[in-house]
């Protein structure tokens, strides 16, 4: 069966760090690219990033751009998100998903077919 687990999140101050992890079971990772979503309140779910199955290429929101980071060890299957410098409107439940490709050209959430229950992230002082 696939499966997708999220860890890692919880309560930091603002300007803190925090590393998210996906484990990932029932498919080969490699062949796959994988994405991070979020949700807060009221909002719309929206992508934060995604990462090639190979790490050829990495695709970025803007409103993380140079302080999150994606990464991915295909052996361990697990994938990463390294946040930092994080601030109040980061605060949202934090899901992984697979993408139906091995290429993250953007983040539309019908081009991903399974899904993490969600962590969540709230960043407040």
């Known amino acids: 069966q696939v499966q997708l687990v999220e860890s890692g999140g919880g309560l930091v101050q603002p300007g803190g760090s925090l590393r998210l992890s996906c484990a990932f079971s029932?498919?080969?990772?490699?062949?796959?690219?994988i994405g991070w979503f979020r949700q807060a309140p009221g909002k719309e779910r929206e992508g934060v990033s995604c990462?090639?199955?190979?790490?050829?290429?990495?695709y970025y929101a803007d409103s993380v751009k140079g302080r999150f980071t994606i990464s991915r060890d295909n052996a361990k299957k697990m994938v990463y998100l390294q946040m930092t410098s994080l601030k109040s409107e980061d605060t949202a439940l934090y899901y992984c998903a697979r993408r139906w490709g091995s290429l993250c050209p953007g983040m539309g959430r019908r081009q991903f077919d399974y899904w993490g229950q969600g962590t969540q992230v709230t960043v407040s002082s």
């Open positions: 029932g498919f080969t990772l490699d062949y796959y690219a």
């Open positions: 990462i090639s199955s190979s790490r050829s290429s990495t």
